[in-house]
């Protein structure tokens, strides 16, 4: 019999390319598990008549679907999932709950506090009520799962962890960004920090840019989504790079001699490829994962930091550490593609 997964995943208003590699690389572990398996992607939150979980969705999945695989990404909070609280209740198939994320922000007092648009803790609970398994992206997550005594709860860490064992670049990209150092930003607009901490990061992107640009000719500012564009217009930045093409973003992230990086999703598959990477956190749930994975002391936060670009340059001054550091976190993280593979097996 034919197995067909719904897949219900973010794509946002900006098209941030760090979603499609979300779900490339969950794509890659259900087929692992189940090579003829077919897979049905679903925007996580939309006007389509199959979004999220409203009722169509779980309509149609009991008609003749295998199961619905919610997740990655952070669809607990960001108004990301829709949910039908009446129409879940029916659905007769198996739903997992995958590499999902949950964490505070920092207020005007520089204090983490609840954000204003995550899911409801009832919702939360529906959810997982009926799911067969969880898994929390990091520890910050999976504490707050906890607290709500909801079943099935693990930590799994997240997919694109793991995209090294499954990613080839096509040739047409193969060689692109060969050697080219990324600087891989976020619109501070769109950054859920405190407001005079939007100048600072600012400012950092800007001095990465031009100074690093006498030393590194070859940096190049990406923009994860297409709103990030116009912040770097507005800098004076002459040349960036914006590509919704998943497989032209590994492929530059696989081929660089460095990323800096305010973006997860650019982080991640760095830590999978072996690029040398820093990574800046600007909320909870960037730095939990960093914790949750070991990797804490090689983060920089931006809220506590005095000088960005400085604790930047520290870290580049200091880049043969991360090279060692790689090679054991890479070995300690093999056991959560384990618990991947084997929560996902339910719909093999």
């Not at 209740?89 to 207020?107: A, D, M, T």
């Not at 079943?151 to 997919?159: A, E, I, R, V, Y």
Request: aromatic share 8%.
């Amino acid at each position: 019999m034919t197995k067909l997964v719904f897949h219900i995943t973010p794509h946002g208003p900006g098209l941030n390319v760090g979603n499609f590699a979300i779900s490339k690389a969950i794509r890659s572990l259900l087929r692992e598990i189940n090579p003829d398996i077919n897979i049905l992607t679903i925007d996580a939150h939309g006007e389509k008549k199959l979004s999220g979980l409203n009722k169509q969705v779980v309509h149609e999945a009991n008609l003749y679907g295998s199961g619905i695989l919610v997740g990655g990404g952070n669809l607990y909070e960001n108004n990301e999932l829709i949910v039908d609280r009446n129409a879940i209740k029916s659905l007769q198939v198996p739903l997992g709950l995958f590499s999902i994320s949950i964490g505070r922000i920092y207020n005007n007092k520089m204090q983490l506090e609840r954000r204003t648009d995550v899911m409801p803790d009832d919702v939360i609970k529906d959810l997982h009520k009926i799911s067969k398994f969880s898994l929390s992206r990091d520890l910050a997550t999976y504490n707050h799962l906890e607290s709500l005594k909801v079943k099935n709860n693990k930590l799994g860490l997240c997919p694109t962890l793991f995209l090294n064992d499954y990613f080839e670049s096509s040739n047409r990209f193969n060689d692109v960004g060969k050697n080219d150092t990324l600087l891989v930003i976020r619109n501070p607009e769109l950054m859920n920090i405190p407001i005079a901490t939007k100048p600072k990061v600012a400012q950092f992107i800007k001095d990465t840019y031009f100074k690093l640009a006498k030393t590194k000719p070859n940096i190049k500012v990406v923009c994860n989504d297409m709103r990030d564009i116009s912040f770097v217009n507005s800098i004076g930045i002459p040349k960036y790079i914006y590509t919704g093409e998943v497989d032209e973003y590994l492929t530059r992230l696989k081929n660089a001699s460095l990323v800096i990086s305010l973006r997860l999703h650019a982080t991640l598959p760095c830590l999978s490829f072996g690029t040398r990477c820093i990574n800046l956190s600007y909320d909870e749930r960037s730095m939990s994962l960093m914790n949750s994975m070991g990797l804490e002391d090689w983060d920089i936060k931006v809220i506590s930091s005095k000088n960005l670009y400085k604790d930047v340059l520290k870290k580049i001054d200091q880049i043969k550490k991360y090279d060692l550091m790689i090679k054991n976190f890479q070995r300690k993280v093999k056991k959560y593609k384990k618990i991947q593979l084997e929560t996902l097996k339910i719909f093999s």
